[in-house]
């Protein structure tokens, strides 16, 4: 193990052609021109592409501080991919110098918890013949399926990481959070590659293509891998998402959301892909609303996009629910932001997110049925008769749960998918929405967000506290409009809820929180009751009998429970009544 502090060492560089000590810096990132107008086939794009917004500043200086702000796009490939990619005309077209293929090894350190791998930093040491340098990564934004990374490189005089030589304002925060928690650094996995690299010119963009193939090691086990990897190294963002369809289109290829060192981590630690939830927002009164705006969704895409190789990968019932929370939350930011879009970029949008949304939502249906509601009565079943009524039943489910899973993945796995990724990443960085409007700009675009912020939660605030007022006269299609306000209004909560004192927004949610709860209960009962009638319907003969006598068990069960749910949330209806706003729309007029 080495201390993350326990040797100095020069600052580190890289070496020019020339032998010069150069670094490279890249800005204006998301000042980016439209992608060619590409639809799947039998939809149409409501709207034309905008016209160029700007450059991109390209600089290279000599510097002891190298470092680099670039997007790079992974695709993780089979072996028989490998050579029919290297032939690609689209990964051909524009080829500046020489192809170079040459041998190298990666390793990766971390702490034992894993603290640098939570903070999206990746550490690693890399040997190329006989140089050797060290490499930190932090992994940042997300432009669709690309991702931005910012690297600090430079030599070390062993194989131990030198991190105190580290000087990135964007990094070294973040190094100190996981020393403090981690404290020591390991060795966890390396990999052995043959890399092809291969320089792009496109349209004022550098782009390199790397091919890597080889193996993850670690301790005495190993896996085969084969990716490759686009990193735009300047010019317009646009051409790497252009570059990104040509290859999605002629080799069939699905986007990672998954880095190498996200996969080598996975490997050591022998897991599958893990879910992710959402990250802490960070907004600021300081935004705009259209600021605000572009950073909830895009906030809600990303949580979906990492969670789509959980969904490919894992059968844990967390991956498809951490997607589904994504792509709410996307929804939801897109309708807080309503006003501010042209009608045919909302319900294009809004169109795309409800399909996928529908395409996950029976299988989320089936974890909760199996795990939640039919669980914990085959658990406190006793007779003989009733466990062997259950299990058909259970046997049903999981066939349902499985054929559900994988109509879950074809659709995560569709081109369409695959468009809504790439072309909304596009839409965003390019702020499409103000070609459209023209000179009919909302005013509220460039407001500060508290303006809107305050309108938006006190909205979402009276509808919840007008039904709540009338609760037990509420009938269930009604509680169940009342469950989707609350929702609606958490969303709003999370997004603009740093504006506000922390104190009296916790207070606000603790109360929220208990009556999503036993709302969402009832919501899970009423699905499981149309599931329950589903599976009755399909069985015959006895099997039709013992679901039929299972689905009777498990409604009566939980019939009995929804009664001491709604003494606890009659009480949590008249805790949120009572909990005061902690905005103030007078002050924000």
Same mark, same amino acid.
């Given at each position: 193990m080495v201390s993350l502090s326990d040797r100095q060492q020069p600052k580190g560089h890289e070496t020019a052609a020339d032998g010069s000590l150069s670094a490279r810096i890249v800005i204006n990132l998301s000042q980016i021109f439209p992608l060619h107008d590409t639809m799947p086939p039998g939809r149409q794009r409501p709207w034309r592409p905008a016209s160029a917004i700007g450059d991109v500043l390209h600089c290279r200086f000599i510097t002891w501080y190298p470092m680099a702000r670039v997007f790079a796009l992974t695709f993780a490939v089979d072996p028989e991919d490998v050579r029919r990619l290297r032939v690609l005309p689209a990964l051909r077209y524009g080829t500046r110098g020489r192809t170079k293929t040459w041998q190298c090894h990666e390793t990766y350190f971390d702490t034992p918890g894993r603290d640098f791998l939570a903070r999206r930093i990746s550490v690693r040491v890399e040997d190329v013949g006989h140089q050797r340098s060290q490499i930190v990564t932090y992994n940042g934004l997300r432009l669709g399926p690309a991702i931005e990374h910012r690297h600090w490189q430079g030599p070390v005089p062993t194989h131990d990481p030198a991190l105190a030589a580290v000087d990135d304002a964007a990094i070294t925060p973040l190094l100190a959070e996981a020393e403090a928690l981690g404290g020591l650094l390991e060795p966890v996995f390396t990999a052995r590659l043959e890399r092809t690299e291969r320089h792009l010119e496109r349209t004022g963009a550098h782009i390199t293509m790397h091919i890597d193939t080889g193996t993850l090691?670690?301790?005495?086990?190993?896996?085969?891998?084969?990716?490759?990897?686009?990193?735009?190294?300047?010019?317009?963002?646009?051409?790497?998402l252009g570059l990104t369809h040509e290859v999605v289109l002629a080799a069939g290829l699905l986007p990672s959301a998954r880095t190498l060192a996200a996969r080598g981590f996975e490997f050591a630690d022998a897991r599958p892909p893990?879910?992710?939830?959402q990250q802490p927002l960070g907004l600021t009164g300081k935004a705009s609303a259209e600021?605000?705006?572009?950073?909830?969704?895009?906030?809600?895409?990303?949580?979906?996009?990492?969670?789509?190789?959980?969904?490919?990968?894992?059968?844990?019932?967390?991956?498809?629910?951490?997607?589904?929370?994504?792509?709410?939350?996307?929804?939801?930011?897109?309708?807080?932001?309503?006003?501010?879009?042209?009608?045919?970029?909302?319900?294009?949008?809004?169109?795309e997110l409800r399909w996928i949304t529908s395409q996950l939502g029976p299988a989320r249906d089936m974890d909760v049925f199996e795990d939640e509601i039919l669980a914990p009565v085959i658990e406190r079943a006793i007779d003989q008769e009733a466990q062997a009524a259950l299990a058909t039943l /259970? $046997?049903?489910?999981?066939?349902? &749960?499985?054929?559900? !899973?994988?109509?879950?993945? *074809?659709?995560?796995?569709?081109?369409?998918?695959?468009?809504?990724?790439?072309?909304?990443?596009?839409?965003?960085?390019?702020?499409?929405?103000?070609?459209?409007?023209?000179?009919?700009?909302p005013a509220l675009l460039d407001k500060p967000v508290g303006t809107l912020a305050c309108r938006l939660i006190a909205t979402r605030h009276k509808a919840v506290h007008k039904d709540g007022s009338n609760? /037990? $006269?509420?009938?269930?299609?009604? &509680?169940?409009?009342? !469950?989707?306000?609350?929702? *609606?209004?958490?969303?709003?909560?999370?997004?603009?809820?740093?504006?506000?004192?922390?104190?009296?927004?916790?207070?606000?949610?603790?109360?929220?929180?208990?009556?999503?709860?036993?709302?969402?209960?009832?919501?899970?009962?009423?699905?499981?009751?149309?599931?329950?009638?589903?599976f009755c319907r399909r069985a015959k003969d006895a099997a039709g009998t013992s679901c039929r006598l299972a689905g009777g068990m498990v409604i009566g069960w939980h019939t009995k429970a929804m009664a001491d749910i709604e003494a606890n949330l009659s009480a949590d209806v008249a805790a949120f009544l009572k909990v005061k706003p902690f905005w103030n729309t007078k002050k924000h007029k």
């Open positions: 090691e670690a301790g005495s086990r190993n896996v085969p891998l084969h990716q490759l990897t686009l990193t735009l190294e300047s010019g317009p963002t646009e051409v790497l893990l879910w992710a939830k600021e605000a705006m572009i950073l909830m969704l895009r906030s809600g895409l990303d949580q979906a996009q990492e969670n789509a190789a959980t969904v490919l990968e894992n059968d844990h019932p967390e991956g498809i629910h951490q997607m589904r929370v994504g792509l709410r939350r996307t929804r939801s930011a897109l309708r807080l932001h309503r006003k501010l879009l042209p009608p045919a970029h909302y319900a294009w949008l809004n169109g /259970h $046997a049903r489910v999981k066939r349902r &749960r499985t054929r559900c !899973r994988a109509a879950a993945r *074809k659709a995560v796995k569709s081109d369409r998918y695959r468009e809504l990724v790439l072309e909304v990443g596009l839409w965003l960085a390019r702020r499409d929405w103000r070609a459209e409007w023209g000179g009919d700009l609760f /037990h $006269a509420l009938e269930i299609a009604e &509680r169940h409009q009342l !469950r989707i306000d609350v929702k *609606k209004l958490r969303y709003a909560i999370d997004f603009f809820g740093t504006l506000y004192p922390g104190k009296n927004v916790a207070r606000y949610l603790l109360a929220l929180e208990g009556l999503q709860d036993g709302l969402g209960y009832l919501n899970d009962v009423a699905v499981a009751q149309d599931l329950v009638q589903l």
